[in-house]
């Protein structure tokens, strides 16, 4: 138990570290950890569990604190930058940590009912995946309101789409995942502000009151959102928030960062009550359990146990480093860090996918410049995912 306890503080340690370096993925560490010996392996399967909860709280400092854009972008992007901008980037990391948590215990709550549900329906369900996919599609053009949105969107959906399928279904080079990923999401906002000499306006400290009964509402949402991404291969935390706030009554940028924060941790959750119910995986942290531990109901409920342990200190480390980094950053040559964040991100792709991976950072960077300077919603670009699963799908 002594040892079981120590590796999960380990693997909240090593969240801290991959949840505050920019571009530095669960998964890209996680790489690391399937080259140790079976042993081994079975030893820290908690410890990556704690790391993934940790990680999902803790990224949103950087998140929210990097890429801030001017005054006139501020409508066009992440409601973490507006709320930076508006001097309440605390306010902003305190949400997704409140949302964080709730998702967190309602989907531990929930996992007998979630499992059976899964075991009752994902073998009816599976053969319309590709169906369900291409509908998500459909959606995402279809929601525009203008002819022009419409077509401006579907380009970005092409071409987001055609790469993913030119890039993910080959192995000329490692992490291609992580590289369009940095190239669709983060590349494009760290440009805009190095473009526009963006700095962070004083912020507030003050704690500013978040509705519990709001928080509640959106934990319980994000846990069964995130049923999506079991159900639906290519579909991750980012579609299931986008999903939730489209059905939400009253849009605003506090439910969607509460969504944000629950379902990103929520998805880790369900992700292992797939593996329990259904022998499915949807992230890396399902792949590296599977192979480490044979899952039983014991396993289980000490998984269980680990995430609900790393949360709690997740949150509360999240809380305190949120408070110096925000005060840090108030006083950080702006210009500087986001030249050293794209310089890092730059080597680190260099790194992990040489010269190939480099250009296809390009692309997908341009592709996602694309979006933010049409305002088309960046979460078209997740089509790199969707379309690749769809021909998978037809092909199989």
Same mark, same amino acid.
């Given at each position: 138990?002594?040892?079981?306890?120590?590796?999960?503080?380990? /693997?909240?340690?090593? /969240?801290?570290?991959?949840?505050?370096?920019?571009?530095?993925?669960?998964?890209?560490?996680?790489?690391?950890?399937?080259?140790?010996?079976?042993?081994?392996?079975?030893?820290?399967?908690?410890?990556?569990?704690?790391?993934? %909860?940790?990680?999902?709280?803790?990224?949103?400092?950087?998140?929210?604190?990097?890429?801030?854009?001017?005054?006139?972008?501020?409508?066009?992007?992440?409601?973490?930058?507006?709320?930076?901008?508006?001097?309440?980037?605390?306010?902003?990391?305190? &949400?997704?940590?409140?949302?964080?948590?709730?998702?967190?215990?309602?989907?531990?709550?929930?996992?007998?009912? +979630?499992?059976? @549900?899964?075991?009752?329906?994902?073998?009816?369900?599976?053969?319309?995946?590709?169906?369900?996919?291409?509908?998500?599609?459909?959606? +995402?053009?279809?929601?525009?309101?203008?002819?022009?949105?419409? &077509?401006?969107? &579907?380009?970005?959906?092409?071409?987001?789409?055609?790469?993913?399928?030119?890039?993910?279904?080959?192995?000329?080079?490692?992490?291609?995942?992580?590289?369009?990923?940095?190239?669709?999401?983060?590349?494009? +906002?760290?440009?805009?502000?190095?473009?526009?000499?963006?700095?962070?306006?004083?912020?507030?400290?003050?704690?500013?009151?978040?509705?519990?009964?709001?928080?509640?509402?959106?934990?319980?949402?994000?846990?069964?959102?995130?049923?999506?991404?079991?159900?639906?291969?290519?579909?991750?935390?980012?579609?299931?928030?986008?999903?939730?706030?489209?059905?939400?009554?009253?849009?605003?940028?506090?439910?969607?960062?509460?969504?944000?924060?629950?379902?990103?941790?929520?998805?880790?959750?369900?992700?292992?009550?797939?593996?329990?119910?259904?022998?499915?995986?949807?992230?890396?942290?399902?792949?590296?359990?599977?192979?480490?531990?044979? @899952?039983?109901?014991?396993?289980?409920?000490?998984? +269980?146990?680990?995430?609900?342990?790393?949360?709690?200190?997740?949150?509360?480390?999240?809380? %305190?480093?949120?408070?110096?980094?925000?005060?840090?950053?108030?006083?950080?040559?702006?210009?500087?860090?986001?030249?050293?964040?794209?310089?890092?991100?730059?080597?680190?792709?260099?790194?992990?996918?040489?010269? @190939?991976?480099? %250009?296809?950072?390009?692309?997908?960077?341009?592709? /996602?410049?694309?979006?933010?300077?049409?305002?088309?919603?960046?979460?078209?670009?997740?089509?790199?995912?969707?379309?690749?699963?769809?021909?998978?799908?037809?092909?199989?």
């Amino acid at each position: 138990m002594s040892e079981t306890i120590l590796v999960v503080l380990l /693997g909240v340690g090593a /969240g801290l570290v991959t949840g505050l370096v920019p571009g530095l993925h669960v998964n890209t560490l996680l790489a690391l950890f399937f080259t140790l010996p079976a042993q081994t392996q079975a030893d820290f399967a908690f410890g990556v569990i704690a790391l993934s %909860i940790t990680h999902s709280f803790v990224n949103f400092i950087p998140a929210t604190l990097l890429g801030i854009p001017s005054e006139d972008k501020a409508l066009a992007v992440l409601p973490g930058h507006f709320f930076a901008k508006k001097g309440m980037a605390l306010h902003a990391i305190r &949400l997704t940590i409140a949302g964080g948590l709730s998702a967190l215990l309602f989907s531990v709550a929930l996992t007998p009912f +979630m499992g059976k @549900l899964l075991e009752k329906t994902f073998n009816d369900f599976a053969p319309l995946t590709p169906v369900a996919l291409a509908g998500i599609l459909v959606f +995402m053009i279809a929601r525009e309101k203008t002819l022009e949105k419409k &077509l401006l969107t &579907l380009l970005v959906v092409a071409l987001a789409g055609l790469s993913g399928a030119a890039l993910l279904n080959n192995s000329l080079f490692q992490s291609n995942l992580f590289v369009l990923v940095t190239g669709f999401f983060t590349m494009p +906002m760290l440009l805009i502000a190095l473009s526009q000499k963006s700095a962070l306006p004083k912020q507030n400290y003050a704690a500013k009151k978040i509705h519990s009964g709001k928080a509640l509402k959106a934990g319980f949402l994000s846990s069964i959102a995130s049923c999506f991404t079991v159900f639906l291969p290519a579909i991750g935390p980012n579609e299931a928030i986008l999903a939730s706030s489209e059905f939400s009554a009253k849009p605003s940028r506090t439910r969607y960062l509460l969504l944000t924060g629950g379902i990103t941790t929520a998805n880790y959750v369900t992700s292992i009550a797939a593996l329990y119910f259904i022998g499915k995986t949807r992230t890396g942290t399902a792949v590296f359990v599977k192979q480490a531990l044979p @899952l039983t109901s014991e396993t289980l409920f000490f998984a +269980m146990a680990a995430a609900v342990t790393a949360g709690g200190l997740a949150g509360l480390a999240t809380e %305190i480093i949120a408070g110096h980094a925000v005060k840090k950053f108030e006083k950080t040559d702006y210009a500087l860090l986001t030249r050293a964040t794209l310089a890092f991100i730059l080597a680190l792709i260099l790194l992990l996918a040489g010269p @190939l991976g480099l %250009i296809a950072l390009l692309t997908a960077t341009c592709i /996602g410049l694309l979006a933010v300077s049409s305002k088309v919603n960046r979460s078209c670009c997740m089509a790199f995912l969707i379309l690749p699963t769809i021909l998978f799908y037809v092909n199989h």
